[in-house]
């Protein structure tokens, strides 16, 4: 285990303090910590990935600083543009979800209506056939198309 020595710690010109540890007596190592340099809490502490970037002065008038700015802007437009037609899609793609839904819904209630129209024939015909049918062994004999009597 690492055992932290606060008694040397150094301040770098950035704002992070660097506390030296000893681990497993190989000697001191450097460990940057996210601790305001200065006692009375002034300043931010600075995560180590953005160190770089804030001592590093841009020139504004440069070419290169022009053309990143450039690619920046069109990618931004890229972006914006394909959010927009994003949007679009989705909507478009609602509207016709919407028609659908009113389409179905309508061949539901033609179709149930049918349904209600075709049970209600059915149990008329099913009650027609009852009421014709006389009890077995009673029946007339039939004559048949030819006139033979079967």
Same mark, same amino acid.
């Given at each position: ?25 190989? =000697?001191l190592q ?21 160190? =770089? ?43 016709? *979800?919407?028609?659908e839904n009113?389409? *179905?819904?309508?061949?539901?209630? *033609? ?11 059915? *149990? ?5 056939l009852a ?20």
């Amino acid at each position: 285990m690492s055992k932290a020595s606060p008694e040397a710690p150094g301040t770098e010109a950035n704002g992070v303090s660097v506390i030296y540890s000893q681990a497993h007596s190989s =000697g001191l190592q450097q460990v940057p910590q996210l601790v305001p340099a200065s006692p009375a809490g002034g300043g931010k502490a600075v995560p180590p990935s953005r160190q =770089g970037k804030k001592g590093c002065l841009v020139d504004r008038s440069s070419e290169e600083y022009r053309q990143r700015r450039e690619r920046n802007n069109m990618a931004v437009k890229k972006s914006r543009l394909k959010s927009k037609q994003r949007a679009q899609d989705t909507l478009q793609r609602v509207t016709q *979800l919407k028609e659908e839904n009113e389409r *179905l819904e309508a061949k539901i209630k *033609l179709l149930t209506k049918e349904l209600s129209v075709l049970k209600d024939l059915f *149990l008329e015909h099913a009650h027609n056939l009852a009421d014709n049918v006389q009890p077995t062994g009673t029946e007339p004999p039939r004559e048949s198309p030819d006139g033979s009597g079967q």
